[in-house]
């Protein structure tokens, strides 16, 4: 074994501030790194040539080593390879030094490692793969892992996609990092360091393609200019392996062409597109193809003139088949005006029932891209049942990095687990094993192609995805891409370590604060297969339940004042149970077998109708809500744990969005459980719903500049109302005597942070300022702010261990700025160990 060491104690490996740039490709210094014997001293890197994935590698390997361990390593020959890591291509290898043993097991993108013998050998099947090979050799050191080991490692399918949604003036869709790495108004960006940044952290973690812009697509992408662009990100990504795509506007043609159609079937159309295809690849020879949004959310597609979505997307095919180009076209096609009255009505079936009668009818280098669930990204679906339709099509799994219905990067849920969930799921297609992940690998149904697409939306922000925790999402969603076998809590160690260092506490923590977020957030938003229950209609950011029904938009629950849930089954309802293969549609059309974490997803029950626990569906609701606001209490008290284990940036940005989303889920929780008491009436049986007794709400107190107002949705503010100063230009107060007993109290004050101004607040107790701050929460977190008070902007600050006499006047000023009126909802006094 050439390396050799046992970690003693612990250390560090931070510097003091760490901005979250590097990602987990810090190669902090490994502790006690001076005991290892025997690190390489040299590396061999079979290609110099600097645009080349092995000469990334030397780099990295250079670079890694150096900070690891602290040592500089020379540039070997070919000959003196003893004490050498030789990184490289198989061919490579084998030219100069003869076969070896493992060449024929390496698959495309695969590579060899091994750390036998005199040498470390680092080969890729291709120059890509050998890069892949340096990162894993590197992250295995920068671990600890320094046992000798020697495997080869192939990728479980070929497409390992990111999509950024990314538009041309530098907004992103649905991102909440800062604007775009690629683009500024209306253009590629001159300056390509992050995107090269970017690319290193992907190839990292093996992704080998990104779509760089929205599929919601602007055609002025095709222009001459932005064709150059397009080939400068592609010259910074290609060091590291990783293709650039692009998503394409259906309507260019016409649009931004200047023909009069668009018609997919029109030659003059298929020669536009094979003209600007050409042009495209002139630039840029490698590019890994294109990505289609159509007939979806009033995109263009094939369907205006009356041709199938597959004639839509061979028309791309055959543009970008002389050049190895896929399309990856999607699946997410629906009519967003359906009517809710119509009981069989169902977004649900709108994939399958578009795309059934298609199969086999693409074009071979055609991908359909599927989104896991059938309908968008909810914090709980089944799989889609397209997976198991297209049998004679190539397939791929779309996931979302970016976490648009699941707290927008400020509340922490690992998604690991649930990716696992649905890759892992079988469809049992002619009852033979059809796991999701064996599906979209092209390996069940023997097709060419096959894959994940991840949306991931980083921006400017130095964090990446303005979370530091959010990070290990990106890694898992690299690994899983590349083996969905991995184990979800393994990974996220990997990352920790990589992160955050070598700590046993800091790993137990980050590791058990991960692993339960995912539940955490379903419980306090939406159980039971009911969906995230946010605003649909406005951010997907707070709670909202009653904009999911009484649109077209189709994620309907139902919900009435007795019962709640989608029937979908086949004998009563939508009938998209039977879309699923005959053992897994046994299984969601009886309400016995349909397990509780999907019961309202395929089924309408009584709010008294019993789950498998015992409980009734409302008890469930109140008790899971109540749970998982408490699991996000916890949160910031085990990452409190982690003072001085941590470096002060990172340690303090994680801290505030701790303490957020602890006060947000308690917004979520509240809101919930108020909607559906109120709808349903039907009691809490543990009397917490609507009964808070450590509040005094605002609208209560003695109002000075301040007037009271009915917050829309009126569950969003505790007892409905809040205040708000009356003009936009003076001071409120809102004044009480405290009447809770003496003694020390942690004091929170609900308010609402609105975009459009920064309200001013001074929090009193006899003249004494307590605390004061300002509502700025829109500059803070990148998510998606509202202009109201509502389910979003509904926030919580606390001052911790106050002292308080019963009798003490409590006093709130808030200074109104801009279009935000300093609106405050209550004040709590929590006794020690008490939420409310
Ligand atoms: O859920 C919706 C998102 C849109 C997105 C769309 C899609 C890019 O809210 O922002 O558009 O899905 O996936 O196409």
Same mark, same amino acid.
């Given at each position: 074994m050439l390396l050799s060491g046992i970690i003693v104690g612990l250390f560090l490996g931070f510097a003091s501030g760490e901005d979250g740039s590097a990602g987990w490709l810090r190669y902090a210094p490994l502790p006690h790194a001076s005991s290892y014997h025997s690190i390489p001293s040299s590396i061999i890197a079979l290609n110099n040539t600097k645009s080349s994935p092995v000469y990334t590698a030397q780099q990295e390997l250079h670079q890694g080593i150096q900070g690891i361990f602290g040592k500089t390593l020379s540039n070997g020959t070919s000959t003196g390879k003893d004490g050498s890591i030789i990184v490289g291509t198989a061919h490579a290898y084998q030219k100069s030094y003869g076969d070896f043993d493992e060449a024929g097991d390496i698959e495309e993108d695969g590579y060899f490692l091994s750390t036998e013998g005199r040498q470390v050998l680092i080969l890729g099947q291709n120059e890509r793969g050998a890069l892949y090979g340096a990162f894993d050799y590197l992250s295995r050191l920068a671990q600890g892992k320094l046992d000798t080991v020697s495997y080869v490692s192939n990728p479980h399918a070929p497409i390992r996609w990111t999509n950024e949604w990314d538009n041309l003036d530098g907004s992103i869709e649905r991102g909440y990092a800062g604007p775009s790495i690629f683009f500024e108004n209306g253009f590629v960006t001159g300056n390509t360091t992050r995107v090269a940044e970017y690319a290193r952290l992907l190839a990292s973690i093996r992704i080998n393609g990104i779509i760089v812009n929205n599929v919601n697509a602007n055609a002025t992408l095709l222009s001459a200019r932005n064709i150059d662009g397009l080939g400068r990100l592609a010259d910074a990504m290609r060091p590291y392996g990783v293709q650039l795509g692009i998503s394409l506007n259906f309507a260019s043609p016409q649009t931004f062409g200047g023909l009069n159609t668009f018609d997919p079937l029109d030659p003059t159309v298929d020669a536009w597109w094979a003209n600007i295809t050409n042009q495209i690849y002139a630039r840029i020879p490698d590019m890994a193809g294109y990505l289609v949004k159509a007939n979806s959310e009033g995109q263009p597609g094939p369907l205006t003139y009356n041709r199938s979505l597959a004639e839509g997307a061979n028309m791309f095919a055959r543009a970008a088949k002389p050049h190895g180009g896929i399309i990856m076209f999607r699946a997410f096609v629906y009519d967003n005006h359906i009517n809710e009255t119509n009981w069989k009505a169902d977004r649900a079936n709108a994939a399958v029932?578009? /795309?059934?009668?298609?199969?086999?009818?693409?074009?071979?280098?055609?991908?359909?891209?599927?989104?896991?669930?059938? %309908?968008?990204?909810?914090?709980? +679906?089944?799989?889609?049942?397209?997976? @198991?339709?297209?049998?004679?099509? @190539?397939?791929?799994?779309?996931?979302?990095?970016?976490?648009?219905?699941?707290?927008?990067?400020?509340?922490?849920?690992?998604?690991?687990?649930?990716?696992?969930? %649905?890759?892992? /799921?079988?469809?049992?297609?002619?009852?033979? @094993?059809?796991?999701?992940?064996?599906?979209?690998?092209? +390996?069940? /149904?023997?097709?060419?192609?096959?894959?994940?697409?991840?949306?991931?939306?980083?921006?400017?922000?130095? @964090?990446?995805?303005?979370?530091?925790?959010?990070?290990?999402?990106?890694?898992?969603?690299?690994?899983l891409a590349w083996d969905p076998a991995l184990d979800a809590e393994e990974i996220l160690q990997d990352w920790i370590r990589l992160t955050f260092g070598h700590d046993p506490k800091v790993l137990e923590t980050i590791t058990d604060m991960s692993m339960k977020s995912w539940p955490a957030y379903e419980n306090y938003t939406g159980n039971l297969g009911i969906q995230t229950l946010t605003d649909i209609l406005y951010t997907h950011f707070g709670p909202n339940p009653a904009t999911l029904d009484n649109n077209g938009w189709g994620q309907w629950t139902r919900a009435d004042k007795f019962s709640i849930g989608m029937d979908r089954t086949v004998k009563n309802g939508t009938g998209n149970a039977g879309q699923y293969p005959p053992a897994v549609a046994n299984v969601y059309e009886n309400i016995e077998t349909t397990p509780d974490d999907l019961l309202l997803w395929f089924h309408h029950v009584n709010y008294t109708h019993r789950l498998k626990s015992g409980k009734t569906v409302i008890q469930h609701f109140y008790d899971s809500h109540y749970e998982g606001a408490a699991t996000a209490q916890t949160l910031v008290k085990q990452w409190e744990s982690l003072q001085n284990k941590i470096d002060g940036e990172r340690y303090e940005h994680v801290l505030f969005r701790q303490t957020f989303q602890a006060g947000h889920a308690l917004v979520w929780r509240d809101s919930i459980n108020q909607f559906y008491h109120n709808l349903s009436e039907i009691e809490d049986q543990a009397k917490r719903v609507g009964n808070h007794p450590y509040r005094i709400e605002a609208e209560k107190m003695t109002l000075s500049g301040y007037k009271t107002y009915s917050v829309n949705p009126f569950h969003a503010a505790s007892g409905t109302t809040a205040i708000v100063t009356a003009s936009n230009s003076t001071v409120g107060t809102a004044t009480t005597n405290v009447t809770f007993e003496s003694g020390t109290y942690d004091v929170a004050v609900n308010y609402f942070d609105l975009i459009g101004g920064k309200s001013q607040y001074e929090l009193q107790l006899n003249n004494r300022t307590i605390g004061s701050w300002t509502g700025d929460l829109e500059d803070k977190l990148g998510h998606a702010p509202s202009i109201y008070l509502d389910g979003h902007s509904a926030t919580r600050i606390t001052f911790r261990n106050i002292t308080v006499v019963k009798g003490d006047l409590l006093k709130i000023s808030g200074r109104p700025d801009g279009i935000e009126p300093a609106p405050v909802d209550y004040v709590s006094f929590l006794p020690p160990g008490i939420v409310d």
């Open positions: 029932e578009f /795309f059934r009668d298609l199969d086999g009818k693409f074009d071979d280098n055609v991908v359909v891209q599927i989104k896991y669930g059938p %309908i968008d990204f909810q914090v709980r +679906e089944p799989a889609s049942p397209l997976f @198991s339709t297209l049998r004679n099509t @190539s397939t791929a799994i779309e996931l979302q990095v970016t976490q648009e219905y699941l707290g927008q990067q400020t509340h922490l849920v690992y998604l690991a687990p649930l990716w696992k969930e %649905i890759l892992e /799921f079988d469809l049992q297609a002619d009852n033979r @094993s059809s796991k999701v992940k064996d599906i979209v690998s092209g +390996e069940r /149904f023997r097709r060419p192609l096959g894959g994940s697409a991840g949306v991931v939306n980083v921006g400017t922000n130095l @964090s990446w995805l303005g979370s530091h925790l959010a990070m290990s999402n990106l890694y898992a969603y690299g690994l």
